[in-house]
């Protein structure tokens, strides 16, 4: 498996992916949004010797923070640690940009138990797993769905939040 940035020529690749997906991206308006930004947003797919199996697209946010916008592994690919190399690969280039964090915004908890096992409960908790944590909730960003900001500090940032967390500060 190579992670690599996202090219134009990956697009349709994306767009499949996210076709495989239909619990997660139900919302017609979402798939077209998430189809323009890989297609203009910065970001980084995984591939095998075969195609491309996962991506995320990126924004900066201010000087010190970069925004996960989209994300999605194929649903044949998904529990496989395809999610945390792009993620892990997101971090450590945010970094060395001097970056200090990576923010996302996925569906609250406070919406209640998802339909289906491998619902939002399993996305928040593929970014828990990878150092992120809630933040705040923005009811009435989305037309349907509660928002949650969700937030990791990275480099001596975490370093730091973890020393407050320590001392009963965090």
């Known amino acids: 498996m190579v992670v690599r940035p996202l090219a134009a020529t990956d697009a349709a690749a994306c767009d499949a992916i996210v076709a495989s997906?239909?619990?997660h991206?139900?919302?017609e308006q979402g798939r077209r949004d998430c189809a323009?930004?890989?297609?203009?947003q910065r970001?980084?797919?995984?591939?095998?010797?075969?195609e491309v199996v996962g991506f995320l697209t990126w924004e900066p946010r201010f000087e010190d923070a970069a925004e996960v916008t989209w994300?999605?592994?194929?649903?044949?690919?998904?529990w496989e640690g395809i999610g945390r190399m792009l993620?892990?690969?997101?971090?450590?280039?945010?970094?060395?940009?001097?970056?200090?964090?990576?923010?996302?915004l996925t569906v609250s908890p406070s919406d209640g138990p998802d339909d289906i096992p491998d619902?939002?409960?399993?996305?928040?908790?593929f970014y828990e797993a990878n150092g992120f944590v809630l933040a705040r909730e923005f009811a009435g960003y989305w037309e349907s769905d509660?928002?949650?900001?969700?937030?990791?500090a990275l480099g001596e940032a975490a370093a730091s939040s973890r020393k407050g967390a320590d001392r009963g500060l965090g």
Not at 36 to 40: P, T
Not at 71 to 78: G, I, N, P
């Open 43 to 50: 970001g980084l797919v995984a591939a095998d010797d075969r």
């Open 87 to 104: 993620m892990d690969r997101l971090a450590a280039n945010t970094l060395a940009a001097g970056r200090r964090f990576l923010l996302v």
């Open 119 to 125: 619902g939002y409960q399993a996305t928040r908790a």
């Open 146 to 152: 509660t928002p949650v900001l969700m937030i990791r």
């Open 25 to 27: 991206f139900a919302d």
């Open 36 to 40: 323009a930004a890989v297609r203009s």
């Open 71 to 78: 994300m999605a592994v194929h649903a044949d690919r998904r």
């Open 21 to 23: 997906l239909p619990y």
